[in-house]
């Protein structure tokens, strides 16, 4: 980039008034004006040129330019678009055009300081009541965008490096999960449902809901007894999507237990019924959660059937994200161990999986779920004179119904309240 500098003299009525600097930069042979400062005399005007076209040269100052955050932040989205997961484009591209633009679009990025990046943050607060997690992705974003600006030397310094969350954002949602009396008469009653295979691969092995519904049977490795997490379904646009998963570590292998295996298999069953009973009106998807004529669940509409569901029993509200929660606290209290515990929650940072355990113990590897154990352990307690008992595992469809209050063995999980 080529860059002229020269001095004008100011005039007023015949006589001198001031000294322009004006820088100029030449692209194709052409000189275009950008920016320029006065000064009363020429010796200080003469120093500015001098000064300015050394920090120009050795990189410590930007040129004086007129580009807007709005124009930087497209730019950025763009050079993300192939980059990244269009779930997560579309995520960054709403906040960029709901908020970022909105508030600052309009002013030039050689305006921006840090200061006012702060009352940014502080508005996401006051405005809009985000949580800490949700104003974390906006200063994600606001750091990408001041540094592609750093980037293409339009300023020299980022200013979004190092904001902080502000103190009075709130907290991440309080996890609410049943207690071990609750959880087991809930199970007891979602068998008529067909929500009852969902509920248990969230519950038992821990599945985020799109990953619930990316799940096919080539997924399922009954010899082996293990389910591969490999996709996940998802909504971009309003349009359903199948996709790669939330990160590189959400690919993972999880071992079956009794009871998910007892599902799947009637699950297998039901789906092979349908496809006799349509015929060529059945669509044959290979996923495993699918309606009675073969097409795969939205996960929207999963997480409104869950809801429905719990009204229609009178059970306290839980999101389906609830029954994951519920898988990390049964298998930490039950000694898995925290590294464990984050492959199988498919975290990508130990951060993310400490977030979920508030107390951190050593415990012995553990290569599969607790859930099915802790849970038919209790139903034994409840139930000793079930007709299906053995090894500890308690028979999905027989067993009596018959509950107690009990203690769940974890400080962590609670009854839910209506309140």
């Known amino acids: 980039?080529?860059?002229?500098?020269?001095?004008?003299?100011?005039?007023?009525?015949?006589?001198?008034?001031?000294?322009?600097?004006?820088?100029?930069?030449?692209?194709?042979?052409?000189?275009?004006?950008?920016?320029?400062?006065?000064?009363?005399?020429?010796?200080?005007?003469k120093a500015y040129k001098k000064a300015l076209a050394l920090s120009i040269e050795s990189g410590r100052q930007a040129l004086p330019n007129t580009i807007t955050v709005k124009e930087v932040a497209e730019i950025?989205?763009?050079?993300?678009?192939?980059?990244?997961k269009e779930t997560t484009y579309e995520s960054y591209r709403t906040k960029v055009y709901k908020y970022i633009i909105p508030m600052m679009g309009d002013k030039r990025v050689q305006d921006i300081r840090k200061s006012f990046l702060k009352k940014y943050l502080s508005s996401l607060v006051s405005k809009h009541g985000f949580s800490r997690s949700s104003i974390g992705h906006h200063r994600t974003i606001l750091q990408g965008i001041f540094e592609e600006a750093v980037d293409n030397d339009i300023i020299t310094?980022?200013?979004?490096?190092?904001?902080?969350?502000?103190?009075?954002?709130?907290?991440?949602?309080s996890m609410e999960l049943y207690s071990i009396d609750l959880l087991l008469e809930f199970l007891e009653k979602i068998k008529p449902f067909k929500m009852a295979t969902m509920i248990i691969l969230c519950l038992y092995h821990g599945l985020r809901r799109g990953e619930a519904c990316g799940l096919r049977w080539s997924d399922i490795?009954?010899?082996?007894?293990?389910?591969?997490v490999r996709n996940q379904r998802t909504t971009v646009k309003g349009k359903l999507v199948e996709g790669p998963l939330k990160t590189a570590n959400s690919e993972r292998k999880l071992y079956l237990t009794d009871r998910s295996t007892a599902i799947l298999r009637a699950e297998l069953e039901r789906q092979e019924r349908n496809k006799k009973l349509l015929g060529s009106a059945y669509h044959d998807t290979g996923y495993v959660l699918v309606n009675d004529n073969g097409l795969p669940y939205n996960p929207n509409s999963r997480s409104?059937?869950?809801?429905?569901?719990?009204?229609?029993?009178?059970?306290?509200?839980?999101?389906?994200?609830?029954?994951?929660?519920?898988?990390?606290?049964?298998?930490?209290?039950?000694?898995?161990?925290?590294?464990?515990?984050?492959?199988?929650?498919?975290?990508?940072?130990?951060?993310?999986?400490?977030?979920?355990?508030?107390?951190?113990?050593?415990?012995?590897?553990?290569?599969?779920?607790?859930?099915?154990?802790?849970?038919s352990e209790a139903a034994s307690a409840v139930n000793k004179e079930s007709e299906h008992i053995s090894s500890g595992t308690i028979d999905y469809t027989y067993r009596k119904s018959k509950f107690i209050v009990m203690d769940f063995p974890s400080k962590f999980v609670r009854r839910a309240s209506n309140n």
């Open 304 to 375: 409104n059937e869950m809801a429905k569901i719990l009204k229609k029993l009178d059970f306290p509200p839980l999101v389906l994200h609830g029954l994951r929660d519920t898988f990390a606290r049964i298998n930490y209290d039950s000694g898995m161990n925290i590294l464990e515990l984050m492959r199988a929650m498919g975290h990508s940072e130990m951060r993310t999986t400490y977030s979920y355990i508030e107390k951190l113990k050593e415990a012995n590897y553990v290569s599969s779920s607790n859930v099915d154990k802790v849970i």
């Open 157 to 173: 310094v980022n200013p979004a490096v190092g904001l902080k969350i502000p103190k009075q954002a709130k907290k991440p949602r």
């Open 1 to 45: 980039m080529k860059v002229q500098i020269s001095i004008q003299k100011r005039r007023y009525k015949g006589k001198i008034t001031g000294y322009t600097v004006v820088p100029c930069q030449i692209v194709n042979g052409v000189r275009k004006r950008i920016g320029c400062k006065t000064f009363k005399t020429e010796a200080e005007a």
């Open 221 to 228: 490795d009954w010899g082996k007894g293990i389910i591969y």
């Open 76 to 84: 950025w989205l763009e050079s993300k678009n192939t980059d990244i």
